[in-house]
């Protein structure tokens, strides 16, 4: 295959790009993406020599032990990811779940050409004090224009973290606002949270789940259980933490046992908001994740979801659904938690990742009722915005949730069909949409996959401690999920050689 320019590639930025809906196949996508690889090409190890030679003049400066290989952003397409050395991967990671609609796409692309587009490029404005004159209307047609059934506020935030930092503040307002009765603070209250002390700072606490990862500032990180690296040497707060279900797969065949999980997790969960108000340091809300994306793609039925949002408003807790990494589309459905069949929305809904944008959806009650309580210099970033209207059209346009709910189910027919050539290697294959995983022994073997997988040409990523999580855009199809597949099985076949 030849190197992969930016001119081969998009020949048709500058002519207006034909969106109608079309047949969800491989010849599409290539069809949209003129110059996309037709399969990885490897010339070197991963990371190869120009990566490691940028690895170390890196390193002289900041730490760069996370880092994988260096990419070439110019020349990845697609599904494809490009390295500094010339390397074309299959990329079934996509930035940590974040690329929407594959690597330079062509609408994108256009929508960074348009001169009207560059004003908030340009001028970064503080959203919370002097929005853009366009700023309701942008939430409007396009945030809300996607925004869970039944939930009509909404407020932007610039990443993950910030946005679960923010939504975790919005349940302690809420919840201190309904135990004055909706009074306003009294001065002993204003007072005392200036020295960081009850009655002004209120004992009050979050119940998150084991294997939780809802990100990495400090309140964030309380809530996260994942990753000791996300927690070591930080303060954490004193939170109740409940046992996340531990099921059985395929959920289909092991019903009986995983309801039994599940109901243990859900009376944990009751018990300790019981404990929590005896000990008065009541627990104000509860955050989750519809499937544990970095805790191990650990999944619950929507009974269990169902059942939890019961006991959280039976106790007066809010319900935060943490859906940065499943939301806009990855299962198939906009809203992972559409899956549940919630009677009623969650209190907040947290976006970010594929949305481009971070921020969260919330009930009313949810709002707060002064100045500066949910704030910070951004507040988000319009020209995301601008990107998000791009990528929502092509979603509806080109009907990529059915494209992802049809590839997620050839992904994890083949994925269930290797499990069952390697039972002793490969197990417990799951997902909704293409968010799926499969476990290994352990984490070195699972590592051993994932380098071996990139030495192959695809890119893909761990979950847990000992799960292969992948998170492709939502424009992979069967044909690409094919690539995926034989290589996989090729490298489990070497690795139990």
Known sequence: MTAISRKTIYPLLSKRVNLAPRTATCSYVRRKFSGEPTGPRVVSQIPGPESLNLLNQLDKIQNTDAVAFFADYDKSCGNYIVDADGNIMLDMLTQMASIPLGYN?????????????????????????????DWTQLLKKDLLSVAPSGMRQVQTMSCGSCTIENGLKAMFIAHERRRRSGAPPTPEEMSSCMCNI????????????????????????????????QKLDLKSMRWPVATFPSLRYPLEDHEKENRQEEQRSLSEVADKIE?????????????????????????ASPWFFQELQKICKQNGVALLMDEIQTGCGSTGKFWA????????????VAFGKKMLTGGFYYRENMRPQEAFRIFNTWVGDPSKMVLLRAVL???????????????????????REIELKYPAFIRNARGLGT????????????????????NRGVNTGP???????????????KVHSDIFLEVLESTVKDIMA
Do not use: Y
């Not at 789940?209 to 809530?223: E, I, K, P, Y």
């Not at 404990?275 to 999944?299: F, I, L, T, Y």
């Not at 346009?397 to 709910?405: D, G």
């Open 198 to 229: 009850p009655p002004g700072s209120a004992d009050i606490t979050i119940l998150s789940f084991s294997g939780a990862s809802h990100g990495w500032t400090l309140g964030a990180q309380s809530v996260s259980h994942a990753n000791w690296t």
């Open 337 to 348: 938690h559409e899956h549940f069949s919630l009677p009623e929305p969650p209190d907040i």
């Open 463 to 477: 979950s847990g401690d000992r799960s292969l999580r992948l998170r492709p855009s939502l424009i992979f199809t």
């Open 275 to 299: 404990r929590q108000m005896k000990d008065g340091r009541p627990v104000a809300g509860c955050c989750v994740e519809p499937v544990q994306s970095a805790g191990g793609d650990n999944h």
């Open 105 to 133: 796409h062509p609408r994108l692309m256009e929508t960074m050409r348009k001169p009207e587009n560059w004003t908030p490029f340009v001028n970064r404005p503080s959203l919370g004090v002097s929005p853009p004159s």
């Open 393 to 415: 059209n092509t979603i509806r346009e080109e009907r990529l949730l059915n494209l992802v709910s049809s590839t997620g189910v050839h992904l994890l027919k083949g994925l």
């Open 435 to 454: 968010l799926c995983s499969v476990d290994f022994p352990n984490n070195s073997e699972r590592d051993k996959v994932i380098q071996g997988l990139r």
